[in-house]
């Protein structure tokens, strides 16, 4: 199995043309190995936030593999490089897919961030239905950016862990920074996947399959949690279309 693939620049982030099934099997090749390897599901909010934060716009691209998580970003990257991307690549189902795979090879996962009852439950979650998965560590998120002496005890634990993998979920952007910045430190695949923690814990539900085809996603998010999401989605939503507009009618190449 070839662990290559393309990549497409959109505004800042390069965008891997992949689908659900190669995206797992690189991930489950450099996983086998234990080698170093970023992943992130990077949907708008992620993609306007490389284009505001100078500090991810200068890191995002060391992640190694970065899937189209929305329906936008995917529409974007057929309209601009004519790719017939047939799907997204959301973060929640490729992780499904990616435990599928390990668990068929008995790979070792460790879950890295969010509160302990959502890892509780996520653990619960993917001994039931994966259980030659062996989750080897878990570490509630500090919510808060790690000491130098305490990033050195994690990557220490995680690596003494023999993960093969490492699930990410700290939201975007902070599991994107930790990932990029793990890189070469931590030997396992990094995946930034975000609100996969909730999902499949059950802690959140996720939007009805038609609004996901449609991206509406986000409005079904913004119901859920409005008073923590509105700024979110009005400010990026309203970037995207901007730049998406500006690109297209301009005939230029979608890069900054």
């Not at 919510?143 to 975007?172: H, P, Q, T, Y």
Request: net charge neutral.
């Amino acid at each position: 199995m070839s662990s290559t693939f393309r990549k497409y620049k959109l505004f800042v982030p390069e965008y891997a043309d992949v689908d659900y099934n190669s995206a797992s099997e690189i991930i489950i090749d450099y996983a086998s190995k234990r080698n170093s390897f970023g992943v992130s599901a990077l949907a708008v909010h992620g993609l306007i936030e490389s284009l505001v934060n100078v500090e991810l716009r200068d890191v995002i691209n060391k992640i190694d593999l970065i899937v189209p998580d929305g329906q936008p970003v995917r529409w974007a990257l057929n309209s601009f490089y004519k790719l017939g991307m047939k799907e997204r690549v959301y973060g929640p189902e490729l992780t499904l897919w990616v435990l599928k795979k390990a668990n068929i090879e008995g790979l070792s996962v460790y879950l890295y961030g969010s509160t302990e009852d959502t890892l509780t439950k996520l653990n619960a979650f993917i001994q039931e239905e994966f259980p030659n998965v062996v989750i080897c560590g878990m570490h509630i998120d500090r919510f808060r950016d790690a000491s130098d002496e305490e990033d050195k005890e994690d990557i220490e634990k995680i690596n003494e862990s023999k993960a093969n993998i490492v699930l990410v979920g700290r939201g975007c952007p902070r599991q994107e920074f930790w990932v990029a910045d793990h890189k070469g430190k931590v030997n396992a695949v990094m995946m930034a996947v975000g609100a996969a923690f909730d999902f499949h814990a059950g802690t959140l539900k996720q939007a009805p399959n038609w609004m996901q085809g449609m991206g509406l996603e986000w409005l079904y998010r913004l119901f859920q949690e409005p008073k923590r999401l509105w700024k979110r989605y009005l400010l990026t939503n309203s970037m995207f279309i901007y730049y998406y507009l500006k690109f297209k009618l301009l005939k230029k190449d979608p890069s900054l």
